[in-house]
């Protein structure tokens, strides 16, 4: 069975640092693209950073430069190393998977909150 589990979050002050990690399990790695999303309440879920299989990253405006995504093959593991955290950074940060040829599969990791206090 696919699955994927966050792990990392938590509460940090302003300026400070966090990683946020994801293990996948029931699927072949190596095929799928990653990313990072985050969600507030009462918003859309936003993409926050990706990762393709080939490791080609990209990241939103308001993260670039701040936040790292990565990930090890080998550990079937995607992390997102978050620097100089701000408050708006606060959010439920959710891994997420996409096939990376043709066919429709994705899935969801099941979130992990970070607050980032002022």
Not at 20 to 26: E, K, L, N, P, T
Request: a neutral charge; hydrophobic letters at 35%; charged letters at 20%.
């Amino acid at each position: 069975q696919e699955q994927l589990v966050e792990s990392g979050g938590g509460l940090v002050q302003a300026g400070g640092s966090l990683r946020v990690s994801c293990a996948a399990s029931g699927l072949t790695f190596t095929l799928y693209n990653l990313a990072w999303y985050r969600q507030t309440p009462g918003e859309q879920r936003e993409l926050v950073a990706g990762i393709t299989k080939d490791g080609v990253t990209n990241y939103a405006d308001s993260v670039r430069g701040r936040f790292i995504i990565s990930r090890d093959n080998d550990k079937n593991t995607v992390a997102l190393q978050m620097n100089s955290l701000k408050p708006e950074d606060t959010a439920v940060y959710y891994c997420y998977a996409r096939f990376a040829f043709g066919r429709q599969l994705t899935y969801w990791g099941q979130g992990t909150q970070v607050t980032v206090s002022s």
